[in-house]
Each structure stands twice: as structure tokens, then as C-alpha cells.
């Protein structure tokens, strides 16, 4: 199987004023194309410390992390935010959505900065929304709706530039039961239809247990499950 | 990312945050509004100044009593200046007269009288002249009527304002008017001049020299001495040359030197170099409150683009984790508080402006003494200005963004993400 992410040897310290708080240590990790991956572990081992590294949102100590064949750290700046924009679809507990922008526009906005056309942007946009269930809340501002709705918009913006995978950090951390089963079988749906590389951290066993890939993560290290 | 869209996210956050947007531009609105208010002012002065000046002609020499110094510098207000010594006398002028390259010389006197028309009193200056030259040398034209003539010792002619403002009866020709009790016969109504050079102010009347003794104008010791001596050059004699001349004869004549020289002597030249040095100084003065209040302006959209650009760290961060590069992300932001700036900058020119024409509207500044004394000050909005005040802002607007610009630009997109 092809790997799209792969970490070798990444270790990362977290330094703020000379206090050096390591959060990783030697993470070798492969994650396949059409993988689904989902990351356990207690609060505070490193999980989203991970993920933030395998997104290109943070740069690790140590260790190379390669994406879609490129070694990151060797990129420069311009090209690490076209990975970001292009390459990866990140969607976050908190949602992050724009405020100041709508749904559709929200969804928009990877393409905006992609730099593709408007009439383009537009019809991706709406279908997107279509998608998640939502194409009617296409003029809603981020307040409007509800925090499934939100996470939902979020989704469809992770996947607006048709990225090479997703990753998700607990993304029905702040939602009901049922609002977090509709973004899981979303996410499970893009997995199996169409072949989207996912990768969810969760404190779910019932989530994990529906994954092909468990990575099990202790003190910064990953304790099992990595292949 | 396209430029248009750099400007669509602009113009997005500017909008969708009226209140601090606004909070943002208020300094440099109030900034820029006080600097074209103020410096339309100077302006103004400048262009009624120059005006004047020019109806003035270039070859006059006006002579008046006592130092530079003691006639504060408007020496050449002649008519209006209230001179102790009358130090101008007959003889200085026959002096003169002789002295090659002049056309014409008269003298004036001047002083305060009483008016009477219809019953109705009031106070005005009154000038004796020699009439058949004194409108020779005065750049002044009547409105109707004719000037004085030898053959009428008891007519007047009367300025603007006199004849049609400061009685409730208009003045008009052939009117009987008493001044100092004495009835005189209007013979004409000068043009409205504005003028505050030459002496020819619209609220005075104007009398033969032989009148003006009549009605004792001047304490009788004084009467063969000149508030003002007028001079004009030849059109091929050059006015300073002729300027030195007189200088010297009536130096010698007065037997003084530079040091205690007792009377003063402008061309048309030094007048519109003196008069252009105090507007200048005024409008230096003026341009300088408006430039600190348009430098606050400035601080004030430095410190709120910092703040707002601040609070939007997260938002930020929400743009580069959507692969938004460093570089777009500072044109954003720079093109962001450019706008605000031309915002600022737009709607201060607009109030600026309104303020100006108020100004000018309700009659302006009238000094009370001086060159300009009673003359309403027009206001001057320059093109140039304009533009001026517009760029300023822009640059202020984009100079503040800058700093904040850069910062977010940098900051990891993990480390903008977790700000709150
Ligand atoms: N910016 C930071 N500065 C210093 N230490 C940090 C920083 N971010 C995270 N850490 C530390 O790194 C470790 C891993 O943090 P991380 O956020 O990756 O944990 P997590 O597994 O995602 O936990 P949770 O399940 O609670 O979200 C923790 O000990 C945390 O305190
Ligand atoms: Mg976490």
C-alpha cells in the first residue's frame, strides 16, 4: 500500500520560556491511501501534538515527516501552506469556522486562497453542502447554527480542495450522541465510497472499533497499533 | 490567492466589524478634517492676498511716519495706522517730487470723524487727499459717480460700505452727508475693494486735503504733516532704485540715519514679501495643529489596527491551517488597514471640506487690526491638499498595519489557532 503520511523517528519539546515539556518521542508511523486510521490515548499523551505535525500546522523537533512523497521540513514556506490548503483537510473539536463569513463562503474559502474562480468555488461549494446535509443553511453565519451544523460546514470545507486525506481532532468532542454519529458516518462514508484517507483522534472505542488502523498513543509514544 | 479576493477579504472584515472599523478611522477622520479645515484657511489668506496685491500694480512706494518697528510692521496700512508722530511733512514731499523716476507723489492724512446721514450718527475714518492725483495712485474704481475734483472743495466720496451698510438709508450720489457737522455733497461710491492695502478701506470717506483741514481731521498742529505719502515710479524706472533714492533724501532731510530713521518706506515688493511671510507663518502655525492632531490620528489607527489584528489571531490561524501562505495573509492585512486609512482619509476631506466652507460662510475670521482688518477671510480647499490628505492617510493606514500584519503573518498556525 502506498503511504501518503509518514513519520520517522519525530519527537517534539514543547519549549516556552526554558521550560522544555517533550510531548513526542520516536514516532515512526505509516498511513496508507484509503487508510482509516483513528489515534487513542489518555488526555495529554500527544495526540493532537500528532496530529498538528502529520497537518503541517506544527513543525516537529525531530524526526522527518513526509507527506504525498515530500519531505516537509525541505519545503519552504509558500509550499507548506499549498500542502496545507491542497493536500490536507483539517477538521478541528472547535470547529473553527470563519465567523465573518457564511457556510458557503466558509466553504469556499480553501478555494479562495487555492486561488480558483468564483463560479467554480460556488457549485463545489453547494454540493459540498449538499453532501453533508446543509443546503439549506448555505446563507447561515457560523453563530446560526448548531454545533453539529457547524462541524458539518467544517467538513465539507476540510473537503473542498479534494485533499489527498482528513484529519480530525475530536471532532464530535463537542457535539450530542447523535450529532456526533452523523459526522462519524460522513466521515465513514467518504472512507468507503470514496476511498479518503482519514485520520480521527477519538476517545471512542466504538468509533475505533469500526477503524482499520488503531494507533495507540502513551507519554508521546505510541504504545500499539501502528503498522 | 487572487488580488481581487485579497480585497474581497478586506473589505469582508471591515465591514462585518462596523463599530471597531469606525472606532479605527476615527482619529484620522478628525486628523485629516482639521488639517484641510486649517490649512484652507491659510490658504485662503494666501489667495485674497495675492489678489490684492496684484490690483496693486508693481510700481508704487508708499511712505509713512515713524520706525519699522514702532508701526509693527504694517506701515504700509497708511490710512488706518494711528501714528504719533507725524514726522511727513510738506517739505518731504516737495522732496520728493523732484527725485527722478516718479510719475506721481501726494500725501494723505487720516484720521477718525463723525458721520451724519438722515439723522442717523456714526463713527468713520476719513482720508484728505489731493484730488486729480490721489486716484492716480490708489488701484481703486468706483462703483458710480466720479472722483473729487479741485472745483468742489465741500464733495466726498465714500467707500462701499458706507453707502450701502452703514446707515439704514442708503447713501447714494448727490446725498448730503455731515461729517465733523460740516455738510458735504457725495460725488461718488467706490468699488466694494476688500482692500487693506493703500488705505482705501470700504468703511471710509474720502475728502479734499483743503476739506480735511476745514473740519480739523488733524489737530492743527499737525496739519501740514502726512499720515502716508504716496508714490508712483515710472513705467521704466525700477522701484526699488527709486525707493533708495527717496530714502536717502529724506534722511538727509530729517537728518537721521539707519539707526533713528523716523519714517518707513514699502514697495509694492516688501509689502508682498511681508505680508507673505506672516501667511505664511500663519498657515505654518495652522498646518502644524493640524499635523499633530493628523500624527494622534495616526497613533490612534496604529493602536486599533494592533488590537483588532490581535483579536483576529485565531481567525488567523483558521486562514493559514486553510493553506492561506504568510504572504497573503500580510497583503491582506495591509490592503486591510489601507482601506481603513483611505476610509479615514475620504471621510475627513468630506468634513474637512464642510468645515472649510462654514468657515467662509459665516464671514470667516475677521482680524481686528492689521492688513486684514475687517475683511472676512475666504477659505481655499486645494486640489493638491486634497490629494495630499488621501495618500497621507493610506500610508498612515497601511504603516500601521504593518506591524500586526507581519507578526500574525509569522506566527505558527498551531500556536495562532490556540490564541483566545
Ligand atoms: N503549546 C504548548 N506548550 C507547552 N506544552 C504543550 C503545548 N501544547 C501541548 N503541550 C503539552 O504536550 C503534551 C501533549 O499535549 P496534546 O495537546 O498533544 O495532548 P492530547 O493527547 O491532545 O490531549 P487531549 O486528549 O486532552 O486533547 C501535554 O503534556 C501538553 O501539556
Ligand atoms: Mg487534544
Redesign the interface.
Known amino acids: 500500500m502506498d503511504s501518503v503520511i509518514s513519520l520517522e523517528n519525530v519527537g517534539k519539546v514543547y519549549r516556552n520560556g526554558g521550560v522544555d515539556t517533550p510531548a513526542l518521542s520516536s514516532i515512526n508511523l505509516k498511513i496508507g491511501k484509503g487508510d482509516f486510521a483513528s489515534i487513542m490515548g489518555p488526555s495529554g499523551s500527544g495526540k493532537s501534538t500528532l496530529l498538528h505535525i502529520i497537518g503541517a500546522l506544527d513543525k516537529p523537533s525531530s524526526g522527518k515527516v513526509i507527506i504525498d512523497g515530500k519531505e516537509v521540513s525541505k519545503l519552504k514556506e509558500p509550499e507548506i501552506a499549498k500542502l496545507r490548503g491542497e493536500k490536507i483537510g483539517f477538521v478541528f473539536q472547535f470547529f473553527n469556522l470563519y465567523p465573518t463569513l457564511t457556510a458557503l463562503e466558509n466553504v469556499e474559502l480553501p478555494m479562495v486562497i487555492a486561488g480558483k474562480e468564483k463560479k467554480e468555488r460556488v457549485k463545489r461549494a453547494k454540493e459540498l453542502l449538499e453532501m453533508v446535509g446543509l443546503k439549506e443553511k448555505a446563507n447561515s453565519f457560523p453563530s446560526q447554527l448548531s454545533g453539529g451544523q457547524k462541524q458539518r460546514v467544517a467538513i465539507a470545507r476540510a473537503l473542498a480542495n479534494n485533499p489527498l486525506f482528513v484529519l480530525a481532532d475530536e471532532p464530535t468532542g463537542n457535539l450530542d450522541s447523535k450529532s456526533g454519529k452523523d459526522i462519524i458516518d460522513i466521515l465513514e462514508n467518504l472512507n468507503k465510497k470514496e476511498g479518503k484517507t482519514v485520520v480521527i483522534i477519538t476517545h471512542d472505542q466504538s468509533i475505533a472499533s469500526h477503524s482499520k488502523h488503531i494507533i495507540r498513543i502513551e507519554d508521546g509514544r505510541i504504545v500499539g497499533g501502528a503498522k | ?2 488580488i481581487e ?1 485579497i480585497f474581497r ?1 478586506s473589505l ?2 471591515i465591514l ?2 462596523k463599530l471597531r472599523s469606525g472606532l479605527t478611522i476615527l482619529g484620522i477622520v478628525m486628523g485629516v478634517a482639521a488639517v484641510i479645515a486649517l490649512v484652507s484657511i491659510g490658504q485662503g489668506l494666501q489667495e485674497s492676498v495675492n489678489q490684492q496685491l496684484s490690483s496693486l500694480g508693481g510700481n508704487l512706494v508708499l511712505i509713512t511716519p515713524g520706525s519699522e518697528r514702532a508701526t509693527q510692521g504694517f506701515g504700509f496700512a497708511g490710512g488706518f495706522g494711528g501714528q504719533n508722530s507725524k514726522t511727513l511733512t510738506d517739505s518731504d514731499l516737495r522732496i520728493i517730487k523732484i527725485i527722478p523716476g516718479i510719475l506721481y507723489a501726494t500725501g494723505v492724512v487720516s484720521g477718525s470723524v463723525s458721520l451724519e446721514y438722515n439723522s442717523q450718527k456714526s463713527e468713520s475714518r476719513a482720508q484728505g487727499v489731493e484730488p486729480g492725483v490721489w486716484e492716480l495712485v490708489q488701484s481703486v474704481d468706483l462703483e458710480s459717480g466720479r472722483f473729487l475734483s479741485k472745483s468742489d472743495p465741500n464733495g466726498v466720496v465714500i467707500g462701499n460700505r458706507v453707502a450701502h451698510s452703514l446707515f439704514k438709508k442708503e447713501v447714494g450720489i448727490n446725498s448730503q452727508i455731515k461729517i465733523n457737522n460740516k455738510i458735504f455733497h457725495v460725488v461718488g461710491i467706490l468699488k466694494s475693494t476688500g482692500g487693506f492695502i493703500g488705505g482705501s478701506g470700504d468703511n471710509s470717506v474720502i475728502i479734499s486735503k483743503t476739506s480735511a483741514d476745514d473740519i480739523n481731521l488733524v489737530s492743527s498742529g499737525e496739519k501740514d504733516s502726512y499720515s502716508t505719502i504716496y508714490v508712483k515710479t515710472t513705467e521704466g524706472s525700477d522701484t526699488e532704485t527709486v525707493s533708495g533714492y527717496i530714502q536717502d533724501r529724506l534722511r538727509s532731510n530729517h537728518h537721521v540715519s539707519e539707526q533713528n530713521q523716523d519714517f518707513t518706506i514699502n514697495t509694492s515688493k516688501t509689502i508682498q514679501a511681508r505680508v507673505g511671510t506672516i501667511i505664511g507663518t500663519i498657515t505654518l502655525f495652522l498646518g502644524g495643529i493640524a499635523a499633530i492632531s493628523l500624527f494622534v490620528g495616526g497613533v490612534g489607527i496604529a493602536n486599533t489596527m494592533f488590537t483588532s489584528v490581535m483579536e483576529r489571531t ?2 488567523i ?12 495573509i500580510l497583503r491582506m492585512i495591509l490592503v486591510e488597514s489601507a482601506l481603513l486609512g483611505l476610509m479615514g482619509g475620504a471621510i475627513g476631506v468630506f468634513f474637512g471640506t464642510l468645515a472649510s466652507s462654514i468657515i467662509s460662510s459665516i464671514g470667516g475670521i475677521s482680524p481686528a487690526a492689521g492688513p486684514l482688518a475687517g475683511r472676512a477671510v475666504g477659505t481655499y480647499v486645494s486640489l493638491e491638499m486634497v490629494l495630499f490628505a488621501l495618500l497621507f492617510s493610506v500610508c498612515v493606514g497601511a504603516v500601521s498595519g504593518l506591524f500586526p500584519a507581519r507578526r500574525a503573518a509569522n506566527l ?3 500556536e495562532a ?1 490556540r490564541y483566545e
Open positions: 490567492m487572487r479576493d477579504m469582508n472584515t462585518s466589524r485565531k481567525e490561524g483558521v486562514l493559514k491551517s486553510l493553506g492561506m501562505a504568510n504572504s497573503d505558527q498556525p498551531v489557532l
